[in-house]
């Protein structure tokens, strides 16, 4: 039987979480950060700083799997690459889906 695929509604916990139950407080700190992240990268890409959108997007392709987000690398990564080959219009459409993925951002489902 295979796994049902995640739905565009449901919550996403921390990997990390689930593998180190003492893990919690520095993915809490890191999940309540992310708001922050995307409106200065919203900022950027209405200035037009595409370079300060690679640098962040680059940063949170880091930090995101290290915290138990495999998505938030994979979706970050599409960002920098968006972001460096200078397609505007596309870094917008890919930080949007990352606004939305990022409001099913869960510490865990516990």
């Given at each position: 039987?295979t796994?049902?695929?995640?739905?565009?509604?449901?919550?996403?916990?921390?990997?990390?979480?689930?593998?180190?139950p003492?893990?919690?407080?520095?993915?809490?700190?890191?999940?309540?950060?992310l708001?922050?992240?995307?409106?200065?990268?919203?900022?950027?890409?209405g200035?037009?700083?595409l370079?300060?959108?690679r640098?962040?997007?680059?940063?949170?392709?880091?930090?995101?799997?290290?915290?138990?987000?495999?998505?938030?690398?994979?979706?970050?990564?599409?960002?920098?690459?968006?972001?460096?080959?200078g397609?505007?219009?596309?870094?917008?459409?890919?930080l949007?889906?990352?606004?939305?993925?990022?409001?099913?951002?869960?510490?865990?489902?516990?």
């Amino acid at each position: 039987m295979t796994e049902e695929p995640q739905k565009p509604h449901d919550p996403i916990p921390s990997d990390s979480v689930r593998d180190d139950p003492s893990f919690p407080d520095l993915v809490v700190d890191f999940v309540n950060g992310l708001d922050e992240r995307l409106r200065r990268m919203e900022e950027a890409i209405g200035r037009q700083n595409l370079d300060a959108v690679r640098r962040a997007a680059h940063q949170l392709k880091g930090s995101g799997g290290g915290y138990g987000y495999p998505i938030l690398t994979e979706r970050a990564a599409e960002l920098e690459r968006f972001a460096t080959s200078g397609s505007l219009d596309q870094c917008a459409e890919t930080l949007a889906e990352l606004r939305r993925i990022c409001q099913r951002i869960v510490v865990s489902t516990d």
